[in-house]
């Protein structure tokens, strides 16, 4: 079905009002316009989101446009960023939403890439040549759209200065632990006032204890993945502990939509007696079972009132599903991962339009529904 003029309308008006938002952030006219012809790049039926083909659909005969804007005009990624934040919250703000740390690979050839490393990546499930970004996705019942963004800069990297010189890494930036980063990601996120009832994370953040403590010390609900050799107390591991649990502890229930109908999985939890928070507050350590394999576990430290229940949790815990399916969208989508850029600025400042224009996009098809139910 093709829009109306009405939906038209409404979506070039959309774009005015972020063209007004960014306008501020470029303080000469051709960086500014050239964000917002590479906005509608992104969001455009162009088959790569690269240099070339942005620049081709643009009516330009060389990418050198594209490439200044993002290697070397003036504007600050991180002002942007904080525009899209603000701009989410005025469409999507949600206190129930839920705060989704998550990383994705972006696949590279060669060595010259910001943070590019033989690294595990959750996008081939295996080890490759690629670059990390850390990411805190905002879930709410619209779906997924992306609050913020760091890049993981493996420690050969902040070992070998030359090499972060080449690659224009500002001085000072270190090999940071991904839990310090979601931290970063989240401190942010919180400072901004934004509404939000949990926190969740897989295994490489749900494993950090500091990370823990201070979501503990704030008082923000988590549903948080850990490993299975994860310690509950002193001795005992997350997968012996749960081993024991009688068969009438666990329950079916579904996390979720999926591409092929509800994820219904077996789920059990328990408390964590041993443990002294403050009044009404609990810790649970939760556990997720396979319908086709009952042999592939997955475990989980809950933290919440102790009002909430399990049919909460496992839905919380599933957010992370729609997150990884909102990454492949963005890719699809938007060209998250299809830059062409080798140096730090770049990288940022190509993730976060990419994160505006997705934004965008789920805007206008949050409209739509409003405006068919009318």
Request: proline share 5%.
């Amino acid at each position: 079905m093709f829009p109306t003029i009405d939906e038209l309308r409404n979506w070039a008006n959309a774009l005015e009002e972020v063209q007004q938002v960014l306008s501020q952030r470029f303080v000469r006219a051709e960086p500014r316009q050239r964000a917002m012809i590479y906005l509608r790049g992104l969001m455009s039926t162009v088959e790569r989101k690269n240099g070339w083909q942005l620049a081709e659909a643009a009516g330009e005969q060389t990418p050198d446009g594209m490439q200044r804007l993002l290697n070397t005009a003036h504007w600050d990624a991180d002002q942007v960023r904080d525009d899209l934040r603000t701009d989410i919250l005025r469409h999507l703000a949600d206190s129930q939403a839920v705060l989704v740390v998550d990383e994705t690979g972006f696949l590279k050839k060669g060595s010259k890439s910001a943070g590019v490393a033989p690294q595990y990546s959750g996008t081939v499930g295996k080890i490759a040549n690629c670059q990390i970004g850390v990411f805190l996705a905002y879930a709410t019942a619209a779906g997924p759209v992306l609050l913020d963004r760091e890049l993981y800069l493996p420690a050969e990297w902040a070992n070998d200065p030359e090499r972060c010189q080449e690659a224009e890494i500002p001085e000072g930036v270190t090999s940071i632990p991904k839990p310090t980063l979601a931290k970063r990601l989240l401190e942010r996120t919180f400072a901004a006032g934004v509404p939000a009832a949990w926190v969740t994370a897989d295994s490489v953040y749900g494993g950090d204890y500091k990370l823990r403590s201070w979501l503990e010390e704030r008082q923000q609900p988590y549903v948080l993945a850990i490993p299975k050799n994860q310690r509950i107390g002193l001795t005992t591991r997350a997968d012996a502990a749960v081993a024991r649990w009688a068969p009438q502890t666990w329950q079916r229930r579904s996390a979720g939509e999926g591409s092929q109908g509800p994820r219904r999985y077996d789920w059990a939890w328990k408390p964590l007696t041993f443990r002294l928070l403050p009044g009404g507050w609990q810790q649970w350590v939760l556990a997720r079972r396979s319908l086709s394999d009952p042999t592939e576990i997955a475990y989980y430290f809950v933290f919440a009132p102790a009002t909430i229940t399990l049919a909460q949790v496992v839905q919380v815990a599933g957010t992370r599903w729609q997150v990884e399916e909102g990454f492949e969208l963005a890719k699809q989508q938007v060209g998250l991962d299809e830059y062409e850029v080798r140096h730090w600025h770049g990288w940022y400042r190509h993730i976060t339009l990419a994160m505006f224009a997705l934004a965008f996009l789920t805007v206008i098809k949050v409209e739509a529904r409003k405006k068919g139910k009318q």
